[in-house]
């Protein structure tokens, strides 16, 4: 039954995400304007010869204060709500015994840091060094509990670069895709073996009589 509702509640709200916005862009024609999409055209169709040469993102269409607000609403607003399925996804499938919050906490928030830095470094080599340097500073880290922890992590982070330049349709394709994968691969317990680590659920673990059962299991 987890594995039905976690399907359920997937489905419904990207249906409803869905349907949401194009209602507000069909009352609102302007908002299309302001809408963090079209970067993927620009990526695929290869922008020029020179690797250094800036993307242009949508905010390069903004011309004031009041718009560029607006755009960057939109956009972190975007990661948000695109990342918040698959912290579902994670809470759902996750082993209790090795269950982490703080990972939670941490993919519902990175898209946002993500997204607001890609916007300031975008068009500037200068202040992307400048980063780098910053984050090796700070040395942030942090001690995943599994391999496939870092999966969350990345995509999280490939949200939030999606945003920031104005991509929002490869955010939602990697979230959509990445929720449906992982509930098929919970769902067929695919590659488990008797007694080897696992990812979604508890090891199997020996019970009176001889009998073995996996815990956390899909009902």
């Known amino acids: 039954m987890r594995a039905i509702h976690l399907f359920v509640r997937l489905t419904i709200y990207y249906v409803a ?3 949401t916005v194009f209602a507000i862009v069909t009352a609102y024609p302007a908002l299309q304007e302001f809408l963090p999409i079209g970067g993927a055209e620009t990526l695929l169709s290869g922008s020029g010869d020179d690797p250094f040469e800036a993307i242009e993102i949508g905010a390069t269409r903004i011309s004031n204060l009041g718009d560029s607000i607006v755009w960057m609403v ?39 840091a993500v997204t607001s830095i890609v916007v300031i470094v975008h068009n500037s ?7 780098a340097g910053i984050v090796g500073g700070v040395r942030f880290r942090n001690t995943l509990k599994s391999s496939g ?3 969350y992590i990345l995509l999280a982070i490939g949200i939030g670069l999606s945003a920031g330049i104005g991509a929002m349709e490869i955010a939602v394709v990697m979230s959509v895709a990445f929720n449906y994968c992982f509930l098929v691969l919970w769902i067929t317990d695919f590659g488990a073996q008797k007694g080897a680590h696992r990812y979604m659920r508890r ?11 996996a815990a956390d299991a899909p009902e």
Not at 80 to 107: F, G, H, K, N
């Open 17 to 19: 995400i869905s349907a």
């Open 74 to 112: 939109i956009a972190v607003g975007g990661a948000i709500l695109t990342i918040l399925p698959v912290s579902w996804t994670y809470m759902a499938i996750r082993a209790r015994s090795e269950y982490d919050q703080s990972l939670v906490e941490t993919i519902i928030i990175l898209p946002i």
């Open 125 to 131: 080599l200068a202040l992307a060094f400048s980063l």
């Open 149 to 151: 922890d870092a999966l």
């Open 203 to 213: 090891t199997y673990k020996k019970q009176q009589g001889g009998a073995t059962q």
